[in-house]
């Protein structure tokens, strides 16, 4: 799945998508960083709007708020992720959502919208605590290779470790090229250390060296992700996999 963050972005994953049909499927959103254009060139929105009905296109977003960093003004970032929710629930797609250092803005603006299509809180990086009030409004929680960085107590890996996150609500991905999974196999926990493969092991030395992110990294971070929840590689796999299919209504 190819993500749109800006109308040409996403008019780019839309022309791949085409380029390779049931193989790369693709997205239509502003990012927050990138609001700004949308205000400055209004115009621009309708470009966006008639990518995003285009059979290819399976998912509006990435959308939301990201207040790490000023790219955007927030208001001109929380104007354009109302457009954007309007925009899913029209056409009935879901939504994959950014967001960071803005959660009680994000839920203040969802919370106000009925008859919202499924929502995917898209490589999350937050607090188990931040994490239960999506889960509790139903929504999906996606992961990427930051299950290697973060080392709290009360982040991602407690999520999966304590049983928070279910299976029916959980979604992997890679943010490629950013987000790779880079730790060194001996920073591991030892219980997750012994359950990887060698393969793995192999996949995490290697971005831990040339630091980009690719799809076939996924084996790794699912192997991370089922040693933390004490599961098998192959349950995790099947489950995000099923999730995907339902979710984006591919076959």
């Given at each position: 799945m190819v993500h749109g963050t800006s109308?040409?972005?996403?008019?780019?994953?839309?022309r791949l998508s085409r380029i390779y049909p049931d193989i790369i499927y693709s997205t239509a959103g502003?990012?927050?960083?990138?609001?700004k254009s949308i205000v400055e060139e209004?115009?621009?929105?309708?470009?966006?709007?008639?990518?995003?009905?285009?059979?290819?296109?399976?998912?509006?977003?990435?959308?939301?708020?990201?207040y790490q960093r000023d790219f955007s003004e927030p208001d001109a970032q929380k104007q354009i992720f109302a457009k954007q929710l309007?925009?899913?629930?029209?056409?009935?797609k879901p939504l994959l959502i950014h967001e960071r250092s803005a959660?009680?803005?994000?839920?203040?603006?969802?919370?106000?919208?009925?008859?919202?299509?499924?929502v995917v809180i898209r490589g999350f990086m937050g607090t188990a605590e931040e994490a239960l009030k999506y889960l509790d409004r139903r929504f999906y929680i996606s992961l990427?290779?930051?299950?290697?960085?973060?080392?709290?107590?009360s982040g991602v890996r407690r999520l999966l470790d304590?049983?928070?996150?279910?299976?029916?609500?959980?979604?992997?991905?890679?943010?490629?090229?950013?987000?790779?999974?880079?730790?060194?196999?001996?920073?591991?926990?030892?219980?997750?250390?012994?359950?990887?493969?060698?393969?793995?092991?192999?996949?995490?030395?290697?971005y831990c060296t040339f630091q980009r992110n690719e799809p076939c990294s996924l084996p790794a971070i699912v192997e991370m992700i089922a040693a933390?929840?004490?599961?098998?590689?192959?349950?995790?796999?099947?489950?995000?996999?099923?999730?995907?299919?339902?979710l984006f209504g591919l076959s």
């Open positions: 109308v040409k972005s996403s008019k780019e994953a839309l502003i990012h927050p960083h990138d609001s209004p115009s621009t929105w309708f470009d966006l709007e008639h990518i995003a009905q285009a059979q290819e296109c399976v998912a509006v977003g990435p959308c939301g708020l990201d309007h925009l899913a629930i029209r056409l009935n959660q009680n803005d994000l839920l203040e603006i969802l919370d106000k919208f009925e008859n919202l299509p499924p990427t290779g930051y299950l290697c960085k973060d080392k709290s107590d304590n049983g928070t996150l279910p299976l029916d609500r959980l979604l992997v991905e890679t943010d490629a090229p950013f987000m790779y999974p880079n730790t060194r196999a001996s920073k591991l926990p030892q219980h997750v250390k012994t359950a990887i493969t060698e393969r793995s092991l192999l996949y995490l030395h290697r933390f929840m004490k599961k098998t590689p192959d349950e995790v796999a099947l489950a995000t996999a099923f999730n995907a299919l339902k």
